[in-house]
């Protein structure tokens, strides 16, 4: 009995080791996939450059006011606030017109401005010319953010795709296709049946490029409102980088029955991208944070961002684990902001769990957002290796939630459904759902609907910092927040 009882254990420990290296191999398989496209380096032509991130010292000269926001700000972004008794204040209006020009006199090119941080980007050919800049008496500081490469990797590289799905992608009798344990195992489907599609909700998603998504058939349907590029220079077409926000966009918003669902196809999408290919450094946190700005501006009300930074190019960019408290990074202070906009920001947590790091990054550590874990496709559900873990350095719970990303279902630049690994992907996932459960209940703020997902998740008795709040189940949360929203109506 005793031999029996080790032969099990041994067993388990055997199927646990390979279902590491299993899940190893993937994640390695679909990064180095991503990347034979792009193992030709050609010299930066642009080089020597730097960017700096200047800090203003106010918003003296901006030309704005409180009292006209409609100049700044789209009339959907405003009701959005109202809705939720939120204000617009100083940090919605732009940065001073007059310290731009101040600035742009001394030979300097600006690339990029932030409205809720008041700075702006400024790219320089060089070095020396900045402190001209540091005497300007708008200038409260500046941070160095960029510095040109010797060399890069060529993107907006053009791909074959699929024009159909192949004929054994379909599942006979499930509506949702392949797509259906993702769903499924958070009770998405249940908010699906009774008409909650994401209709009436406007999602950004913030990413590194979307190839393909103007070609592909299945995304034909999908209601895009537009696109834009942050990244200096911009790229050609966002549509022609990387496809990793192709795999995000489908995870919510392809239709095609029987075939793949997404979680929310029936909400209209932004597809922005701050995420530079090229190389990696703080930059990428104006980017983002530029591309948060945007999406508040027109009116957004969640944004799914898959994306993580801790460490860069540049060893004095990176962070380590003790700045992780959502306010030391730029983009976690941006990303901390957005629930007080009126807007739930959905971030992946990271994916190195099986790393010496091991912890979420930035923004994953910003506060009032959820962060999103990766869980194995079986059931019990356990955590996938790489999932990144918490807690932040203030001791908050993180992740705040899991889904399925070990793997998740998803379809890529070239038209084929396929299988990815990822916290990139479990976010996704979440994101829809949260759409479609905010559809019926709009009169809740982001940061109730952030805290109703999470206490009605699996976990949510012993939240810890693996699985967070545990696994979402979102058909409770809509019977828990219709039931709260009837009570509070009837008390008044």
Known sequence: ME??????NFAAMIQRLLTTIILTWMACGAWAEGQQETTRRVRY?????????IYLTD????GYSLEHPTRFLSRRSIERRKRQGLKVDSTDLPVSYRY??????NNVSIIGQSRWQNTVLVRVKDSTLIHAIDELPCIKGRQLVWIAPDSVSPTALKAKYRDHFEERDSVLGEVYGTAATQIKTIKGERLHDIGLRGETMMIAIIDGG???????PAFQRVDIRGTRDFVFPQSPSIYAETDHGTKVLSAMAINVPYYYMGTAPKACYWLLRSEDQQTEQAV???YWTMAAEFADSVGCDLINSSLGYHEYDHRFMSYRQWQ???????VSQSASMLAGKGIVLVNSAGNLGMGTFKKIGVPADADHIMTVGAVMDDEPHKIAPFSSVGPTQDQRVKPDVVAMGAPARLVNGRGAIMDDMGTSFSAPIVCGLMACLWQAMPGKTAEEMIELVRQTSSNADH??????????NFWRAYQIGMYSTRSSSDSH
């Open 3 to 8: 031999l029996w009882k080790f032969s099990i």
């Open 45 to 53: 032509k642009d080089g020597p450059a730097f960017i700096y991130r």
């Open 59 to 62: 918003k003296n000269g901006t």
């Open 100 to 105: 731009v020009r101040l600035i742009e006199r």
């Open 210 to 216: 979307f190839k393909n998504v103007n070609n592909i």
């Open 284 to 286: 990428e946190e104006d």
């Open 324 to 330: 992780l408290d959502g306010q030391t990074a730029f």
């Open 463 to 472: 939240p810890d910092n693996i699985y967070g709040y545990g696994m979402p």
